[in-house]
């Protein structure tokens, strides 16, 4: 076995090279130098006549191949200098391990030693790694010339994807074996190492935010003490490139400008298993919006009503995407009051004294520049018409770079390509431009298995079937099967983003669920069928309008005695809803004008009795709010949450058609704890109620302890109350709590973010309550993906 890399094997060339340089200069002073001593004119510089050529060595290279590629014809007089460029056309051409070229007489005589040819590539030592992946970055293939110089960088390609898993101290050496007819095996010999993990991510110059905040932002994470399951804490270098990007988007959304990373470091640690991070960053001051003006460079155009279509207000945190946002409002307003070729130019002023940024927005008319055409290329199951549909722009429109970017995103966002390259480049004129959108298809099926815990269903697993992109129509089909200890549900889900072309989201869901609580008296049986349609009505609200289909039954459990109430609705069998219902949603988290602050509102409103048996109207509404405070390490959190019930059918409403609280919505008792109650029969049956509401109060925060335990603690407190049993079958029964009371329940909560999923203990204690409620002072919960 020889290794590629030795320079025994692979310096022939060079020296052969030499070789032929010393007999020139011998030549030429044997020769020349007694002319010069003899004769007195200038010296003539050595040159052969060649009218003969005679190649040796040759096996696969055709001899006129050879002649021709030294670029010497028969009959040419060539010098030493034509000679040795002839040597280095033959050496460069690859093919060749050794060269030599003899003049002799008026017969250039060329001696050569083939490469050998690739008879197999093996790879001996990847564990970590199959031979597929290994084999698809390499360049060197079966039946090709084998060169020393591909072999080494095949090497680094391979050692460049251990790199990326972050096993940095990986080695791939390659080497061959030769075999006979001039041919050799491949063999690339891997060390995989270890991964290197980090050890300490930490930064310098940060005043604003603790590193404890920062980490958070970053994709690379610090060792914790799961660093078995965890991958986030590997070492990888490209990661660093892609957290200074994350980092400066950080900064730059809560107005620090002039903000810039500095430099990273990245040592290894004293015993050279890990490294430290360490990145010097400068974040200057943080700058407000200022004055907020527009004025219009295009006539006719009146700038007060873009000035009107304006959100940002002065003192609020200056965003560049805030500025972003307004210059897409203001050119959509533009196209609506057909201005074609508006261009938004915001022109910034600094205010260093008060730390503000004056904002001016000039309207002004861009060229007259039209998309003639988008060609969309590599899209081998994704349908043309699911790319173009990201594209607000047509074949025809005026060209707006802004536009053509942002769709560009939108491709990327769909998550179906591994790579999203869109160009564009000048049309059949210059007034016309083509789109290029270059796109490279990845997987997009999923298999998902999950698990969760808690104290009210027991352990579940729920396993996943998803296909994003189904028959590249950009559709999502998905098959879910959930079970825990008291529930099961089996669920088909579609959703189809763009109905009929435009933008309507259309969601379908349809399944069965059944459950077997400890905490009630009865089982149920629920057959649905659920298709919803949602459209944006604004920039973060939208409506959906849905229609609901439910077959439901309650039965008996296994040697169960029902109160009167409960045995009643089970006497009336299986029972159908249809209904119609439309909600309003506005949620301002992730897209609002505050990046440490949002709103979430939520409103609907169903009605039943379009066929079925039942018929009723039902409402419902939560609201959340959150902020970040302390230089956001402290979170805090408020939400409210209510619903209402009106029974217009004739018959009696049941329990599972009123609302039941568990411990979900209000923290501090078993599900069903709380509300109206059966108590005949020797039974305590917890039978809903037709009116809620609940108010959650809550507050996360940093405990003190090493961030890489993942631990964080919380405070809570719940109020609230379930009342109301109008429409009820009460004939025998014994309710209490009918007219219901205010609950108070107070609690801490310690956070666990595991790699398995978040966990949360909560410890709670209830400050008011009825005698018969059932009060839960600990409560676990855990959901995992794996």
Same mark, same amino acid.
Request: charge should be negative; hydrophobic fraction near 40%.
């Given at each position: 076995?020889?290794?590629?890399?030795?320079?025994?094997?692979?310096?022939?060339?060079?020296?052969?090279?030499?070789?032929?340089?010393?007999?020139?200069?011998?030549?030429?002073?044997?020769?020349?130098?007694?002319?010069?001593?003899?004769?007195?004119?200038?010296?003539?510089?050595?040159?052969?006549?060649?009218?003969?050529?005679?190649?040796?060595?040759?096996?696969?290279?055709?001899?006129?191949?050879?002649?021709?590629?030294?670029?010497?014809?028969?009959?040419?007089?060539?010098?030493?200098?034509?000679?040795?460029?002839?040597?280095?056309?033959?050496?460069?051409?690859?093919?060749?391990?050794?060269?030599?070229?003899?003049?002799?007489?008026?017969?250039?005589?060329?001696?050569?030693?083939?490469?050998?040819?690739?008879?197999?590539?093996?790879?001996?030592?990847?564990?970590?790694?199959?031979?597929?992946?290994?084999?698809?970055?390499?360049?060197?293939?079966?039946?090709?010339?084998?060169?020393?110089?591909?072999?080494?960088?095949?090497?680094?390609?391979?050692?460049?994807?251990?790199?990326?898993?972050?096993?940095?101290?990986?080695?791939?050496?390659?080497?061959?074996?030769?075999?006979?007819?001039?041919?050799?095996?491949?063999?690339?010999?891997?060390?995989?190492?270890?991964?290197?993990?980090?050890?300490?991510?930490?930064?310098?110059?940060?005043?604003?935010?603790?590193?404890?905040?920062?980490?958070?932002?970053?994709?690379?994470?610090?060792?914790?003490?799961?660093?078995?399951?965890?991958?986030?804490?590997?070492?990888?270098?490209?990661?660093?490139?892609?957290?200074?990007?994350?980092?400066?988007?950080?900064?730059?959304?809560?107005?620090?400008?002039?903000?810039?990373?500095?430099?990273?470091?990245?040592?290894?640690?004293?015993?050279?298993?890990?490294?430290?991070?360490?990145?010097?960053?400068?974040?200057?001051?943080?700058?407000?919006?200022?004055?907020?003006?527009?004025?219009?460079?295009?006539?006719?155009?009146?700038?007060?009503?873009?000035?009107?279509?304006?959100?940002?207000?002065?003192?609020?945190?200056?965003?560049?995407?805030?500025?972003?946002?307004?210059?897409?409002?203001?050119?959509?307003?533009?196209?609506?009051?057909?201005?074609?070729?508006?261009?938004?130019?915001?022109?910034?002023?600094?205010?260093?004294?008060?730390?503000?940024?004056?904002?001016?927005?000039?309207?002004? %008319?861009?060229? +007259?520049?039209?998309? !003639? @055409? &988008?060609?969309?290329? $590599?899209?081998?199951?994704?349908? =043309?018409?699911?790319? #173009?549909?990201?594209?607000?722009?047509?074949?025809?429109?005026?060209?707006?770079? %802004?536009?053509? +970017?942002?769709?560009? !995103? @939108? &491709?990327?966002?769909? $998550?179906?390509?591994?790579?999203? =390259?869109?160009?564009? #480049?000048?049309?059949?004129?210059?007034?016309?431009?083509?789109?290029?959108?270059?796109?490279?298809?990845?997987?997009?099926?999923?298999?998902?298995?999950?698990?969760?815990?808690?104290?009210?269903?027991?352990?579940?697993?729920?396993?996943?079937?998803?296909?994003?992109?189904?028959?590249?129509?950009?559709?999502?089909?998905?098959?879910?099967?959930?079970?825990?200890?008291?529930?099961?549900?089996?669920?088909?889900?579609?959703?189809?983003?763009?109905?009929?072309?435009?933008?309507?989201?259309?969601?379908?869901?349809?399944?069965?669920?059944?459950?077997?609580?400890?905490?009630?008296?009865?089982?149920?049986?629920?057959?649905?069928?659920?298709?919803?349609?949602?459209?944006?009505?604004?920039?973060?609200?939208?409506?959906?309008?849905?229609?609901?289909?439910?077959?439901?039954?309650?039965?008996?459990?296994?040697?169960?005695?029902?109160?009167?109430?409960?045995?009643?609705?089970?006497?009336?069998?299986?029972?159908?809803?249809?209904?119609?219902?439309?909600?309003?949603?506005?949620?301002?988290?992730?897209?609002?004008?505050?990046?440490?602050?949002?709103?979430?509102?939520?409103?609907?409103?169903?009605?039943?009795?379009?066929?079925?048996?039942?018929?009723?109207?039902?409402?419902?509404?939560?609201?959340?709010?959150?902020?970040?405070?302390?230089?956001?390490?402290?979170?805090?959190?408020?939400?409210?949450?209510?619903?209402?019930?009106?029974?217009?059918?004739?018959?009696?409403?049941?329990?599972?058609?009123?609302?039941?609280?568990?411990?979900?919505?209000?923290?501090?008792?078993?599900?069903?704890?709380?509300?109206?109650?059966?108590?005949?029969?020797?039974?305590?049956?917890?039978?809903?109620?037709?009116?809620?509401?609940?108010?959650?109060?809550?507050?996360?925060?940093?405990?003190?302890?090493?961030?890489?335990?993942?631990?964080?603690?919380?405070?809570?407190?719940?109020?609230?109350?379930?009342?109301?049993?109008?429409?009820?079958?009460?004939?025998?029964?014994?309710?209490?709590?009918?007219?219901?009371?205010?609950?108070?329940?107070?609690?801490?909560?310690?956070?666990?973010?595991?790699?398995?999923?978040?966990?949360?203990?909560?410890?709670?204690?209830?400050?008011?309550?009825?005698?018969?409620?059932?009060?839960?002072?600990?409560?676990?919960?855990?959901?995992?993906?794996?």
């Amino acid at each position: 076995m020889t290794d590629s890399r030795g320079t025994g094997t692979y310096c022939g060339s060079h020296r052969r090279q030499s070789n032929i340089l010393w007999q020139a200069l011998t030549f030429f002073f044997l020769f020349a130098t007694p002319g010069l001593l003899v004769l007195p004119q200038p010296a003539q510089a050595q040159s052969f006549t060649i009218n003969g050529f005679e190649v040796e060595g040759n096996r696969r290279i055709e001899t006129s191949t050879i002649i021709a590629r030294t670029g010497i014809e028969a009959g040419q007089t060539v010098t030493a200098g034509q000679l040795n460029d002839a040597f280095q056309r033959l050496l460069d051409s690859g093919v060749f391990e050794t060269v030599e070229l003899t003049p002799r007489g008026n017969t250039l005589v060329i001696e050569v030693e083939e490469y050998p040819t690739i008879n197999q590539i093996s790879i001996e030592g990847n564990n970590r790694v199959k031979d597929d992946v290994l084999l698809e970055v390499i360049s060197s293939q079966t039946r090709r010339v084998f060169t020393p110089q591909a072999a080494e960088a095949d090497a680094d390609l391979i050692a460049e994807v251990y790199s990326a898993q972050g096993r940095v101290s990986a080695t791939v050496i390659p080497r061959i074996i030769r075999r006979s007819d001039n041919r050799v095996d491949l063999i690339f010999e891997v060390a995989e190492g270890t991964t290197i993990e980090v050890e300490r991510v930490s930064f310098v110059g940060n005043r604003a935010y603790s590193d404890r905040r920062l980490r958070r932002v970053l994709e690379t994470k610090q060792a914790n003490i799961l660093r078995t399951f965890l991958r986030g804490d590997t070492f990888i270098a490209d990661r660093i490139e892609f957290d200074k990007q994350v980092l400066r988007d950080f900064y730059l959304s809560r107005g620090y400008v002039d903000f810039r990373v500095n430099s990273t470091n990245v040592e290894f640690t004293r015993e050279r298993d890990a490294f430290f991070l360490v990145m010097n960053i400068t974040e200057g001051q943080q700058f407000s919006f200022g004055q907020i003006s527009t004025v219009s460079e295009i006539e006719g155009v009146d700038a007060a009503p873009y000035q009107e279509a304006l959100k940002v207000k002065p003192g609020v945190i200056y965003s560049p995407s805030l500025v972003e946002n307004s210059i897409a409002r203001m050119e959509r307003l533009g196209l609506k009051n057909g201005v074609d070729f508006l261009r938004v130019e915001p022109r910034v002023t600094r205010n260093p004294r008060d730390l503000t940024l004056d904002v001016q927005f000039v309207l002004t %008319r861009g060229p +007259r520049i039209f998309v !003639e @055409r &988008i060609d969309i290329e $590599g899209n081998t199951t994704t349908l =043309d018409r699911v790319i #173009r549909r990201q594209f607000d722009t047509v074949e025809g429109d005026p060209f707006n770079p %802004r536009e053509i +970017r942002q769709s560009a !995103e @939108r &491709i990327r966002a769909l $998550g179906f390509f591994s790579a999203a =390259d869109v160009q564009t #480049r000048e049309g059949s004129s210059p007034s016309q431009v083509i789109v290029d959108v270059d796109v490279e298809e990845q997987p997009t099926g999923s298999l998902s298995l999950g698990g969760s815990f808690s104290a009210s269903d027991g352990f579940g697993i729920a396993v996943g079937l998803s296909e994003s992109n189904f028959l590249g129509r950009g559709q999502t089909l998905g098959v879910t099967l959930s079970t825990a200890q008291d529930a099961e549900q089996y669920s088909i889900n579609f959703t189809e983003p763009y109905l009929l072309g435009r933008k309507l989201r259309f969601d379908l869901g349809l399944g069965l669920s059944t459950t077997n609580s400890s905490f009630a008296s009865f089982d149920t049986k629920t057959v649905f069928f659920n298709p919803q349609i949602s459209y944006a009505i604004g920039e973060l609200s939208a409506l959906r309008l849905r229609y609901g289909w439910e077959r439901s039954e309650m039965t008996q459990q296994n040697n169960e005695t029902n109160g009167a109430v409960v045995a009643s609705e089970i006497a009336q069998g299986e029972r159908t809803s249809s209904s119609v219902g439309i909600s309003y949603v506005y949620d301002s988290r992730l897209g609002g004008l505050n990046p440490t602050a949002g709103v979430l509102f939520e409103a609907g409103v169903d009605a039943a009795g379009l066929g079925g048996d039942n018929e009723y109207i039902q409402a419902t509404a939560r609201a959340i709010a959150q902020k970040r405070v302390l230089n956001e390490e402290v979170v805090l959190r408020a939400s409210l949450e209510l619903g209402a019930l009106n029974w217009t059918g004739d018959d009696f409403s049941r329990t599972i058609d009123r609302f039941v609280l568990g411990p979900s919505v209000f923290r501090g008792f078993e599900p069903a704890g709380i509300g109206p109650r059966d108590l005949s029969n020797g039974q305590d049956d917890a039978i809903g109620g037709n009116y809620y509401w609940v108010a959650r109060f809550e507050s996360d925060f940093p405990l003190g302890l090493p961030e890489e335990f993942g631990l964080r603690g919380g405070v809570f407190y719940d109020v609230g109350n379930l009342y109301n049993i109008d429409n009820v079958d009460t004939a025998g029964a014994d309710i209490v709590g009918a007219n219901g009371s205010i609950r108070h329940v107070v609690g801490v909560s310690v956070l666990w973010t595991t790699p398995f999923g978040p966990l949360r203990f909560n410890f709670s204690k209830a400050l008011k309550k009825e005698e018969f409620d059932n009060e839960r002072n600990f409560d676990l919960t855990i959901q995992a993906q794996f």
